[in-house]
């Protein structure tokens, strides 16, 4: 990976440095919990098709993706960022997934280190790339992150879990709602909303779907938590209490309302079983952040680009085991849902059962009950 111009070492930049190593750290140790086990599939031994019918290619944000899969928000602003900002643009060509940025915002603040952002679109030219910026820059701001990298849609992320434990965390949240509303009003391309790993509430989607938002990302609890990474920042550590705060994403998913906006999930994702699991519950594509950052800083672009052609091989196996020639298919697959994320279902009124039975209830092209299992068109074609 060749160097990027050193920019200006601020209290930002160091923030940056130190995420990244955190976060890295953080995902090496096993997890707490593991909300995507609380989901299984129902085997159905006949229920196979070809590998060759499985066409893995989406439709998000007004595009076609090859794969329903990635590479999320994370980094940029400072030389080290930048390096793992070109490898993650390196392995997103290669392998033709989508890739998103880390906030923006350090660039608007101090253009010399825009550079290192600018690289994911010089060295992915003709990808789908996604800026990223906090939920409180104005709408100009959010403009100029889209023009900064020829993107083609826009992440706008809320983390006020983030900002609370976050030594230099900014409370204000009274107008978040106001500044969204901006943004989407005068955004040129798509507008997602994400979490940054505490998950969105059924509430939060159906209000962020009457702002005009386009998509949402539910990035939710179980893999990196950044209440974990900043608590780690504070010279007292005094937070460690609020670790696991938030909603996983299966959780999100399973009470999604149906006036949601497209359904994007990420936190957590571990294997390509846990990415089938999350477009089995509705989601049009699946997100990774920690999983493939400790994959780029161990090996470097390289290694990154194996091990996702390896998922999106590993993907296509599972489509064809589960009988879905398409990732928006599984969302008919029979699916079981256990621990602590069945409790809590429980508790917030979400009938699970019907999820066991789906594909029952479609007909199938060779007469059985559990055959070849359809699209589930209304959600997916919105
Ligand atoms: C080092 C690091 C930096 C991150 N920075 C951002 C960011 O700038 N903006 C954002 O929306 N999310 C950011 N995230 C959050 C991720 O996009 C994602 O929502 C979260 O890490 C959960 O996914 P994971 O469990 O796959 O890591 C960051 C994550 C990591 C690991």
């Given amino acids: 990976m060749s160097a990027e111009p050193v920019p200006a070492e601020s209290a930002s930049a160091e923030r ?28 159905h031994a006949l229920a196979g098709i070809d590998e060759d019918l499985v066409d893995l290619s989406v439709q998000v944000l007004g595009a076609r993706w090859s794969s329903p899969l990635y590479i999320n928000a994370m980094t940029g602003g400072t030389a080290e960022t930048g390096r793992i900002n070109r490898a993650l643009a390196i392995a997103a060509r290669e392998t033709s997934v989508a890739l998103a940025s880390g906030s923006v915002s350090i660039a608007l603040d101090d253009p010399s280190v825009a550079g290192t952002f600018r690289v994911l679109r010089e060295e992915n030219p003709d990808g789908f790339v996604l800026a990223n910026v906090g939920i409180e820059r104005s709408a100009d701001d959010a403009r100029r992150a889209v023009d900064l990298l020829g993107a083609d849609a826009l992440q706008v992320h809320v983390n006020a879990v983030q900002e609370t434990v976050m030594p230099e965390g900014r409370r204000a949240f009274s107008s978040w709602q106001r500044s969204l509303a901006a943004i ?40 990196t938590d950044f209440v974990r990474v900043e608590n780690a920042r504070r010279a007292a ?15 999100c998913l399973l009470e999604a309302p149906e006036r949601s906006p497209q359904l ?10 846990d990415v089938a699991r999350a477009l089995a519950l509705g989601a ?41 020639p398409e990732p928006a298919a599984l ?13 809590y279902c429980r508790a917030r009124g979400v009938n699970l ?30």
């Fill in 237 to 251: 550590h005094d937070y460690d209490y609020l670790i696991g705060w938030g909603q996983s994403a299966v959780a």
């Fill in 331 to 343: 969302a008919r697959a029979d699916v079981i849902v256990r621990g602590a994320t069945a409790e």
């Fill in 353 to 382: 059962a019907p999820l066991a039975h789906r594909s029952a209830a479609v007909p199938t092209d060779h007469g059985g009950a559990h055959g070849q299992i359809h699209a589930e068109r209304s959600r997916h074609d919105r």
């Fill in 264 to 273: 994007l999930a990420s936190g957590g994702v571990r294997t390509p079983l």
């Fill in 284 to 324: 049009r594509a699946v997100g990774v952040s920690g999983t493939f950052l400790r994959v780029v800083l161990d090996g470097g672009p390289d290694a990154l680009v194996t091990r996702i052609r390896q998922w999106q091989e590993h993907l296509r196996a599972l489509c064809a085991l589960l009988g879905a």
């Fill in 184 to 223: 989407v009003a005068s955004a040129e391309v798509p507008v997602v909303v994400k979490e940054v790993g505490f998950g969105l509430s059924p509430e939060t989607l159906t209000l962020i779907a009457d702002l005009g938002v386009t998509g949402a990302d539910v990035a939710g609890r179980g893999g």
């Fill in 16 to 43: 940056k440095d130190d995420h990244v190593r955190l976060a890295a750290a953080q995902y090496e140790r096993s997890p707490a919990d593991e909300p995507f086990a609380d989901v299984s599939f129902v085997h």
